[in-house]
């Protein structure tokens, strides 16, 4: 079992930036891949960014040149910076934790973040 425990959300105008962290229960390490994914009201849940337990990072062709998927070394935390935030960029963003253990993926989900953009 994995607790992640989001924080950084809140409100903030067209082209502002904010930083959420997730601290996760278990290390970070080579078999992990960890991500925050987000979801708007009415709208599915959508993959933001992914970064292996290696640091090979991907992102959604939405959140390409603004946001920025990082950890802290040796720490169990995770960062998304979000730069040149946009009205579309309001969403519940959540963090997500998955291993590969006993021949299956594991995949844990903290509570949630919100994220308001607006003017």
């Known amino acids: 079992q994995v607790q992640l425990v989001e924080s950084g959300g809140g409100s903030v105008q067209p082209g502002g930036s904010l930083r959420l962290s997730c601290v996760a229960s278990?290390?970070?390490?080579?078999?992990?891949?960890v991500g925050w994914y987000r979801q708007a009201p009415g709208k599915q849940r959508e993959l933001v960014a992914t970064?292996?337990?290696?640091?090979?990072?991907n992102y959604a062709d939405s959140a390409k040149g603004r946001f920025t998927i990082s950890r802290l070394n040796n720490q169990n935390t995770l960062y998304l910076q979000m730069n040149s935030l946009k009205p579309e960029d309001t969403a519940v963003y959540y963090c997500?934790?998955?291993?590969?253990?006993?021949?299956?993926?594991?995949?844990?989900w903290g509570q949630g973040t919100r994220v308001t953009v607006s003017s």
């Open positions: 997500n934790y998955a291993h590969f253990q006993s021949s299956k993926w594991q995949s844990w």
């Open positions: 278990r290390s970070i390490d080579s078999g992990a891949l």
């Open positions: 970064m292996t337990g290696g640091g090979s990072k």
